[in-house]
């Protein structure tokens, strides 16, 4: 089987070739997974997503996202050091960024955020982070390493780069204070579930440019069974809609990643509802804030 057959184009039933000087979107597989603690399969995330993407219509029901183009290009090298594939991650984000296209990296762990960040970092000093999750990613260190994916919205503090968790209801007594202690934004699920999500939730300080992670178990598990450590009582289908298009229509996203898909065989909803979400933030984008 070729790399073409397990990477197909993201909605190549649909669209054909595309050009990436022409394609605001990049999609760029990241099939890594070294440091899963609980259900494993996230490194076959990527192509399973892919592989659904050429089940959805290319109409969104709001307009057509594609005519802007989406341009996949080969998975990142996985192999090796973690230290070594951030290094990949981030080189391919920020060429990407330099372009002045947006990057749609599909994860693989949610450790490959890192490199993302590394390069919004670079490529756009200032820029802020949004993230969706169950869990706050915030340990300084998990199961002997600090390149785990409990630990990478840490080493995004450490970058100094400004972030919004939402959806999170797992955390360690550590995670806890440390957002306590260092003033992290959140809004937890238990909250948004009663509450739905706040007018102002974004502050007004916030940054204009931003990058967007989206964990898929920050759905609630009922939705989202197919991931490593899912969560009970977890954000919605449109609740997770309306985050992401409050999102895009008051800052200009730059780039975002959907992580922690690990498909289960025969299960094909599961790897349909990631594709689409993508998609349908695409559109968010689009006719959100402008892109050139």
Not at 106 to 117: D, P, Q, R
Not at 158 to 179: A, D, N, T, W, Y
Request: net charge negative.
């Amino acid at each position: 089987m070729s790399k073409m057959d397990d990477y197909p184009a993201f909605l190549g039933s649909e669209l054909g070739p595309q050009a990436p000087e022409t394609s605001l979107f990049h999609i760029v597989p990241v099939p890594y997974e070294k440091t899963v603690s609980y259900g494993k399969g996230t490194g076959k995330g990527p192509s399973a997503i892919l592989k659904a993407s050429w089940q959805l219509e290319v109409f969104d029901g709001r307009g057509v996202p594609a005519e802007r183009g989406i341009f996949t290009h080969e998975p990142v090298e996985c192999a090796g050091r973690a230290d070594e594939v951030i290094g990949r991650i981030e080189k391919a984000i920020s060429g990407i960024l330099n372009l002045k296209k947006i990057p749609v990296m599909l994860g693989g762990e949610h450790t490959v955020t890192l490199g993302a960040a590394r390069a919004v970092r670079s490529c756009l000093p200032g820029a802020g982070i949004v993230q969706l999750d169950a869990h706050a990613d915030l340990r300084d260190s998990y199961e002997g390493t600090p390149l785990s994916h409990a630990c990478v919205m840490r080493r995004v503090h450490e970058l100094g780069m400004p972030f919004i968790q939402l959806g999170v209801r797992s955390l360690c007594l550590e995670e806890h204070h440390f957002r306590q202690s260092n003033g992290i934004v959140y809004y937890d699920a238990p909250g948004m579930n009663e509450d739905g999500l706040p007018k102002t939730w974004l502050p007004e300080d916030f940054p204009v440019d931003v990058y967007v992670t989206i964990d898929i178990d920050s759905l609630d598990s009922s939705i989202m069974p197919a991931t490593g450590t899912p969560e009970p009582g977890g954000l919605s289908w449109y609740l997770t809609l309306d985050i992401l298009r409050s999102i895009a229509g008051q800052r200009r996203v730059i780039g975002f990643d959907l992580v922690e898909l690990a498909p289960v065989p025969s299960l094909h909803a599961c790897d349909y509802t990631a594709a689409k979400l993508i998609y349908l933030f695409m559109g968010a984008i689009v006719s959100g804030s402008p892109h050139p």
